[in-house]
């Protein structure tokens, strides 16, 4: 049976102080790593409308859309954690949500590498139940 695709959103959180400018740069960087990944799809969540006096494309900073299926999971979750441990100056947080589901990731080394693997494990859990019964 075919690996059932779902859809991640992926939600940048870089502090209550973080600049627009930082939260868009610390996206991109994630953004542009996981275009290596296995997912099928990876795009910036774009907003349904723009800001009045706003140009350019209508782009929600801090979150990234992923369509992907089980078997793709555990190297995105690799992606995210290299990403984390490599933001030595600023704490962050990667919220991974599908359907009402949610799971956190922090970093750098703000959990245990056990923690780290049993959340990595409960994205590949839910992207399965999802994939089994799409209503969750």
Do not use: C
């Not at 690996?3 to 930082?22: F, S, Y």
């Not at 801090?62 to 600023?90: F, S, T």
């Amino acid at each position: 049976m075919p690996d059932e695709v779902q859809t991640l959103i992926l939600t940048i959180n870089l502090g209550d102080d973080a600049l627009p400018d930082e939260v868009n740069k610390a996206t991109t960087q994630l953004y542009r790593e996981l275009l290596a990944s296995d997912a099928d799809r990876v795009e910036k969540m774009r907003s349904d409308r723009l800001e009045t006096g706003t140009k350019g494309d209508p782009i929600t900073i801090g979150a990234i859309a992923l369509a992907l299926g089980a078997a793709a999971a555990p190297g995105v979750v690799e992606i995210v954690k290299d990403w984390l441990n490599r933001r030595h100056a600023v704490p962050v947080q990667v919220k991974i949500k599908l359907g009402d589901d949610e799971i956190e990731l922090s970093g750098p080394a703000s959990i245990s590498a056990e923690e780290f693997e049993a959340r990595a494990e409960r994205v590949v859990a839910l992207l399965k139940k999802y994939g089994q019964n799409p209503e969750g």
